[in-house]
Protein backbone atom coordinates (compact mmCIF):
# COMPACT_ATOMS: atom_id res chain seq x y z
CA UNK A 1 0.00 0.00 0.00
CA UNK A 2 1.27 3.39 -1.16
CA UNK A 3 1.94 5.76 1.66
CA UNK A 4 2.47 9.17 1.12
CA UNK A 5 4.35 11.76 4.41
CA UNK A 6 4.90 15.36 3.39
CA UNK A 7 6.52 17.67 6.15
CA UNK A 8 8.54 21.00 5.84
CA UNK A 9 5.27 23.38 5.89
CA UNK A 10 4.87 26.43 8.49
CA UNK A 11 4.35 30.05 8.91
CA UNK A 12 6.86 32.48 6.55
CA UNK A 13 6.69 36.17 5.63
CA UNK A 14 6.61 37.35 1.67
CA UNK A 15 9.81 36.64 0.35
CA UNK A 16 10.82 34.00 2.16
CA UNK A 17 11.36 30.31 1.70
CA UNK A 18 10.31 26.67 2.41
CA UNK A 19 11.70 23.36 1.40
CA UNK A 20 9.12 20.52 1.42
CA UNK A 21 9.77 16.86 2.18
CA UNK A 22 7.82 13.61 0.84
CA UNK A 23 8.74 10.44 1.96
CA UNK A 24 7.21 7.98 -0.20
CA UNK A 25 6.55 4.30 0.94
CA UNK A 26 4.87 1.47 -1.12
CA UNK A 27 6.16 2.14 -4.07
CA UNK A 28 9.60 2.85 -6.19
CA UNK A 29 9.84 6.19 -6.86
CA UNK A 30 12.57 5.97 -9.64
CA UNK A 31 10.07 4.77 -12.40
CA UNK A 32 7.35 7.08 -11.41
CA UNK A 33 5.79 10.26 -12.10
CA UNK A 34 5.32 12.39 -9.11
CA UNK A 35 4.02 15.70 -8.34
CA UNK A 36 3.24 18.55 -5.95
CA UNK A 37 -0.50 19.63 -5.24
CA UNK A 38 -1.79 22.66 -3.35
CA UNK A 39 -5.50 23.12 -2.07
CA UNK A 40 -6.35 26.43 -0.78
CA UNK A 41 -9.59 27.34 1.13
CA UNK A 42 -12.22 26.83 -1.16
CA UNK A 43 -10.43 26.19 -3.93
CA UNK A 44 -9.45 23.20 -5.83
CA UNK A 45 -6.62 20.78 -5.43
CA UNK A 46 -4.09 21.63 -8.03
CA UNK A 47 -0.86 20.27 -9.48
CA UNK A 48 2.23 22.92 -9.28
CA UNK A 49 5.25 21.29 -9.82
CA UNK A 50 5.25 17.58 -11.34
CA UNK A 51 8.53 15.44 -12.86
CA UNK A 52 9.12 12.71 -14.95
CA UNK A 53 10.98 9.24 -14.00
CA UNK A 54 13.10 10.65 -16.71
CA UNK A 55 13.73 14.41 -14.81
CA UNK A 56 11.62 16.36 -17.07
CA UNK A 57 9.97 19.13 -15.13
CA UNK A 58 6.40 20.43 -15.12
CA UNK A 59 5.83 23.81 -12.82
CA UNK A 60 2.35 25.93 -13.08
CA UNK A 61 2.54 29.68 -14.38
CA UNK A 62 1.83 31.15 -10.71
CA UNK A 63 4.85 28.91 -9.37
CA UNK A 64 7.39 28.91 -12.47
CA UNK A 65 11.04 30.33 -11.76
CA UNK A 66 10.05 30.20 -7.43
CA UNK A 67 9.24 26.16 -7.23
CA UNK A 68 11.77 23.64 -7.71
CA UNK A 69 10.62 20.16 -7.76
CA UNK A 70 13.67 17.35 -7.30
CA UNK A 71 13.72 13.90 -6.14
CA UNK A 72 16.10 11.48 -4.43
CA UNK A 73 15.38 7.91 -6.32
CA UNK A 74 17.53 6.32 -3.75
CA UNK A 75 15.75 7.81 -0.43
CA UNK A 76 12.39 7.62 -2.31
CA UNK A 77 11.62 11.13 -1.14
CA UNK A 78 10.44 13.82 -3.35
CA UNK A 79 11.20 17.64 -2.17
CA UNK A 80 9.40 21.07 -3.33
CA UNK A 81 12.00 24.19 -2.57
CA UNK A 82 9.56 27.47 -2.71
CA UNK A 83 11.27 30.46 -2.46
CA UNK A 84 10.25 34.13 -3.00
CA UNK A 85 7.01 32.60 -1.44
CA UNK A 86 3.86 34.86 -2.00
CA UNK A 87 0.25 35.21 0.46
CA UNK A 88 -1.37 33.35 -2.48
CA UNK A 89 0.83 30.13 -2.12
CA UNK A 90 -1.14 29.60 1.17
CA UNK A 91 -2.85 26.39 1.04
CA UNK A 92 -1.67 22.49 1.89
CA UNK A 93 0.40 21.01 -0.01
CA UNK A 94 0.59 17.53 -0.69
CA UNK A 95 2.69 15.01 -2.97
CA UNK A 96 1.18 12.00 -4.71
CA UNK A 97 2.48 10.31 -7.97
CA UNK A 98 0.88 10.71 -11.46
CA UNK A 99 -1.57 9.03 -11.69
CA UNK A 100 -3.00 9.52 -8.27
CA UNK A 101 -2.18 7.25 -5.22
CA UNK A 102 -4.37 7.72 -2.04
CA UNK A 103 -3.16 10.91 -0.55
CA UNK A 104 -1.50 11.89 2.33
CA UNK A 105 -2.41 14.10 5.27
CA UNK A 106 -0.57 17.25 3.66
CA UNK A 107 1.42 20.15 5.20
CA UNK A 108 0.13 23.39 5.73
CA UNK A 109 1.91 26.40 4.12
CA UNK A 110 0.99 29.90 5.51
CA UNK A 111 2.92 33.15 4.18
CA UNK A 112 1.61 35.70 6.08
CA UNK A 113 3.04 38.83 7.46
Do not use: H
Request: net charge neutral; hydrophobic share 30%; glycine share 14%.
Amino acid sequence: QVQLVESGGGLVQPGGSLRLSCAVSGIGISDEAMGWYRQAPGKQRELVAGMLSDGDTYYGDSVKGRFTISRDNAKNMVYLQMNSLKPADTAVYYCNSIPNSPWGQGTQVSVSS
